[in-house]
């Protein structure tokens, strides 16, 4: 009986992972439509000092938001260290951050890289 119900909840929360995919694929084709306005304000201002950094930002979000569905339509840990790497170059390259901030990030990506992966039958 309980495996049943276990069954059935997990079932259940794989349909609610679908409908959060769902929610992000809309908010994913907002994102991209609202790219076109910001590709021309850039175009207005490309002279203007952070006017680039700005469009970038806007890019950005798009990007990380297709990372995050790829990780919500298929969790891995591949695709975790994906976003979190996207997540931590947008912030070294949009944000104003001094060389501290920018050498923990690059120190950040490079513990991404080595950490030992649940495969390897180091982690529990």
Same mark, same amino acid.
């Given at each position: ?20 995919? /769902? /929610? ?101």
């Amino acid at each position: 009986m309980w495996d049943k119900a276990r069954k059935i909840l997990y079932r259940g929360g794989e349909i609610l992972e679908l409908l959060m995919a /769902a /929610a992000v694929v809309a908010g994913i084709l907002v994102a991209m439509i609202t790219l076109v306005p910001e590709l021309a304000r850039y175009w207005e201002h490309r002279t203007t000092a952070g006017a680039f950094l700005e469009y970038l930002d806007a890019v950005f979000n798009v990007v990380i938001g297709i990372e995050f569905l790829k990780m919500l339509c298929k969790p891995s840990s591949a695709n975790i260290i994906e976003v979190l790497i996207f997540l931590i170059a947008r912030h070294m390259i949009v944000q104003t951050t001094t060389p501290l901030e920018d050498l923990l990030s690059v120190v950040s990506i490079c513990l991404l890289y080595t950490s030992p992966s649940p495969r390897d039958g180091l982690l529990s």
